[in-house]
């Protein structure tokens, strides 16, 4: 039997709704975007226009930012852990981050002050190279915990960026818990984008500079003429993208704010259970979290994160593995002119489940609820390419995970 996509509307009380993105003002991320600028290796990824692909499934635009080309490494994730590694160096050094580009963070002068220093992180794949390839960048050292079941290939990519990396037999939420215990033992700093008590200056750095690539996409589709889009799909795990993004665009759009959907994996759908459960506190997800979506296997949320995505998103949905695996080949095998997107399991669900919407009188309801029709421009992030190339084969060329 099919597994079906879930989904609730956000009717939970609102009651911090302009203090809970005062985080994500637009001057904050601007200075996370100056830095990630101070490297040579940056470039604003594509925004993908998906015009043929809108008028076969009958809305007005499909805009997807490809982040596949993050710093050649293949996912978005280095935005946020490289400007939290920045923002906390810059709080060591008593100084402003304005102050500190690439060049002057390497520079003889800030490594004497600083001295040797060890970043720690627990990692689906993504998050942990970006952190290794940062500390590299930096002359620093990294250590990354990957949760079990994590791809082989994942850890050798954050191998080859010089981390010290081992997969654990415990899952994502464990495997935090084991680098934060590291940290503290070994005088490290653990560099995680989901928050507790005590630890919540870090992963709102992280949020920040995810924030870059909300301000970039702001910027490119009024360049192609599109002053907001209707809506938003983005994914979640613990939420920390989610909220950047939807807390960037509630900032900016205030009162006009795209309608945003968050998406999960079903077996790890806190953020979805959260809003089911009514009460506004967030719920939280054990076991194994076995899902083909690995970026997104997180049971537990960014507690920041969450405040702001109760207060501003729309609908929060939970996807069964097929979802994401239809979204790869429909971005893989592209309608007539539009472009050929290599969209990793985590990056391609928003795309499986807007198709499906559309096309599915199954979901009609929620087709409905969100006013998706022929005037609605959408806004998609395709957050990983084929950061698995064995994983992405099997399910593109051979009808891995169909429904």
């Known amino acids: 039997m099919k597994e079906v996509i879930n989904w609730k509307k956000n009717e939970l009380p609102r009651t911090d709704v302009e203090g809970c993105i ?6 904050e ?37 490809d982040e596949s080309y993050r710093f050649g490494l293949n996912a978005f994730k280095v935005l946020g852990g490289s400007f939290a590694i920045a923002k906390y160096m810059a709080e060591k050094l008593g100084r402003d981050i304005s102050e ?14 600083l001295g040797d ?28 915990y990957m949760p079990k079941g994590s791809s082989l290939t994942r850890l050798e990519n954050i191998r080859k960026e010089g981390a010290d990396v081992t997969i654990q037999d415990m899952n994502y939420d464990d495997a935090v818990r084991l680098a934060a215990k590291y940290a503290e033992e070994n005088g490290g700093v653990v560099i995680q984008d989901t928050a507790w008590e005590g630890y919540e200056d870090i992963p709102v750095w992280i949020m920040q500079g995810y924030g870059t690539m909300a301000l970039e996409a702001i910027e490119q589709l009024k360049s192609l003429g599109v002053d907001r889009p209707t809506h ?24 006009k704010c795209p309608t945003t959907t968050i998406v999960e994996a079903n077996i790890a759908d806190c953020l979805y259970r959260s809003a089911v459960a009514g009460d506004g506190k967030a719920v939280a997800v054990g076991g194994d ?5 690995a970026g997104l296997a997180c049971g537990e949320a960014n507690t920041i994160g969450w405040e702001i995505l109760k207060n501003h998103s729309s609908m929060f949905v939970s996807c069964p593995d097929w979802v994401a695996a239809n979204g790869m080949r429909i971005l893989g095998n592209p309608l007539k002119d539009d472009p050929h997107i290599i969209s990793g399991e985590s990056g391609a669900v928003t795309t499986g489940l807007l198709v499906e919407i559309m096309r599915n009188d199954e979901y009609k309801e929620l087709r409905e609820s ?21 994983k992405y084969r099997n399910i593109v060329w051979d009808g891995e995970h169909h429904r």
């Open 22 to 27: 005062e985080i994500l003002k637009e001057e």
């Open 29 to 65: 991320v601007n200075k996370a975007r100056t830095f990630h600028e101070s490297f040579g290796e940056y470039s604003k990824t594509p925004l993908q226009e998906l015009d043929e692909l809108a008028a076969h499934i009958g809305v007005g635009g499909i805009y997807l930012k």
């Open 100 to 113: 500190l580009g690439y060049q002057k963070l390497i520079s003889d002068e800030v490594r004497k002050e």
């Open 117 to 144: 220093m060890i970043f720690v992180t627990a990692t689906d794949g993504n998050h942990g190279r970006g952190i290794a390839w940062t500390a590299n960048q930096l002359k620093q050292k990294s250590v990354v």
């Open 232 to 255: 938003i799909f983005v994914q979640a795990g613990v939420g920390s993208l989610a909220a950047a993004v939807q807390g960037v665009f509630a900032s900016i759009y205030k009162e």
């Open 289 to 293: 979290l076995q899902t083909l979506m």
């Open 370 to 390: 969100l006013k998706l029709d022929k005037d609605s421009r959408i806004l998609l992030f395709s957050t990983e390419g084929d950061t698995d190339p064995d």
